[in-house]
Nanobody
Framework: QVQLVESGGGLVQAGGSLRLSCAAS????????MGWFRQAPGKEREFVAA????????YYADSVKGRFTISRDNAKNTVYLQMNTLKPEDTAVYYC?????????????????WGQGTQVTVSS
């Protein structure tokens, strides 16, 4: 049973930083991609960033490129999302997700496993 547990959300002023963590358990993730998605009130869930566990290739939405960094810690089975220069439009619930044998990584429908989400609020 795959479990994904996010942490690290909170309230921050515009221009500030937060680091989200996603602790993964339940199986070996070497054939998986881990993704971060977000959903603001009244909007669809959107892709933020992804990393392929094997090889470490990373992918970013244009809206966060240069500000956010996704990384992984193999020993801890944990994926991180470092968010810098945060903007009010980054306010959303952020979700960690996992999919096996990834080719595409940016569509929520491709992911089989999801965490419960963590709220990020950026004040202006």
């Amino acid at each position: 049973q795959v479990q994904l547990v996010e942490s690290g959300g909170g309230l921050v002023q515009a221009g500030g930083s937060l680091r989200l963590s996603c602790a993964a358990s339940g199986r070996t993730f070497s054939n998986y991609a881990m993704g971060w998605f977000r959903q603001a009130p009244g909007k669809e869930r959107e892709f933020v960033a992804a990393i392929k566990w094997s090889g470490g290739s990373t992918y970013y939405a244009d809206s966060v490129k240069g500000r956010f960094t996704i990384s992984r810690d193999n020993a801890k089975n944990t994926v991180y999302l470092q968010m810098n220069t945060l903007k009010p439009e980054d306010t959303a619930v952020y979700y960690c997700a996992a999919r096996r044998f990834p080719v595409e990584v940016d569509r929520p429908s491709l992911y089989s496993y999801w965490g419960q989400g963590t709220q990020v609020t950026v004040s202006s």
